[in-house]
């Protein structure tokens, strides 16, 4: 088999290969790195409200997120309970307190989660062996997967200490671990029942809830449930479906802030600068081999075969500068999540949504680096 003219172009300079290569990576990193963060930025996001177990969800209209609500009156969930579909129903309490690390005693805000604790509706690991304490005064369990800065909350309790520390100038004592983890919202999480959230914060009314949840019967129709409810209940709270909950918040962080916006800018300006690297590559690889190419032409061959060999180069720079960024990307995953703790990790569709990209990015590169030789005219050159 005859290795292709392309491949010995690209390899004759070993030194502007390994140049060409290392801009294609270096643009692939930052796609990685802007997709990678905006991942974890909707996947932290939403992290509550999976774990939530319940088909309808309350909140008041002028809640922009769940980390960022505004109570609403507790009769709302009670009038839901009236409508046919609804089998029970669960108030939750939200609210940032300030935690007190009980090492080195400075201080953090921390998200505090209160419901009932006989009405269990958080799937996490940790929650149901320890909800029982959680009844007992002034008590709260602790996010495991919390940044670091809170204190080595965890390591105390398997030293099986007493931790006892502050949270909004009360102390309180940590009984038991959960897992959920950080997210753009909040640093830490701490969950404790309906009663010790209102000792926590006595400024807040025990009828203003900030997130009901409601629980339909077995076999009810869910779009129904929601015509209902939404019938039912006045405009001063919205009614979502889990599905709808969820979009909710993402939707929030898309569009509403500018961090969403941030991401999204960064992976297109990666896109442009691989685009800029790679026609500058191939553009001075088509000038330097202008008189081969008019030799070519002079001998008969047609614009279509100069224009599969540029195109030929574009991808295999595309793949080759694609391993790379792959390899330090994950590397850098790895690095961001334990400094985070924010859900950063590899995935088969980001990766393949970055090679497409690569390839796409290169193929543009081509096709305007390959007009400099089309209008090329053997008689112009020699």
Known sequence: M????????????KARLIVALAGIGFADILMF??????????DSSVTLHRALEGDVFLMSPQSDALGFTEPFSQRRLYESAAVEQ?????????????????????????????????????????????IDQVKLPD????????????????DLLQQNKTVKTEVSSRQVTVVGLFSLGASFAADGNIITSDT???????????????????NLKPGANLELALVNLRAKLPEDVQVFSKAEFIQAEIAYWQNATAIGFIFTLGTAIGFVVGTVIVYQILYTDV?????????????GYQDSYFVMVVFQEAIILAVLGFLPGYAIATGLYTLAAGATA??????ANRATTVLILTVIMCCIS??????????????DIF
């Open 86 to 130: 609804v089998e029970s129903i669960v108030p939750i309490y939200l609210n940032f307190g300030s935690w007190k690390n009980p090492v080195e005693r400075n201080t953090r805000t921390i998200l505090t989660i209160g419901f009932n604790p006989a009405k269990n509706t958080l799937n996490l690991s940790g929650i149901k062996e320890n």
């Open 342 to 347: 924010l859900p950063l990790a590899m995935t």
């Open 2 to 13: 005859k290795t292709p003219l392309s491949w010995l172009q690209l390899t004759h300079e």
């Open 196 to 214: 010790n959230f209102l000792r926590l914060f006595p400024d807040r009314q025990k009828g203003l809830i900030d997130l009901g949840i409601i």
């Open 139 to 154: 008590v709260v369990l602790f996010d495991a997967q919390s940044r670091t800065e809170f204190g080595p909350i965890p």
């Open 287 to 299: 000038a330097n081999h202008l008189s081969e190419y008019a030799t070519l032409k002079a001998m």
């Open 366 to 379: 081509g096709s305007i680096a390959i007009r400099k030789l089309s209008a090329a005219d053997p008689a």
């Open 33 to 42: 790195i802007q997709l990678g963060f905006q991942a974890a930025l909707f």
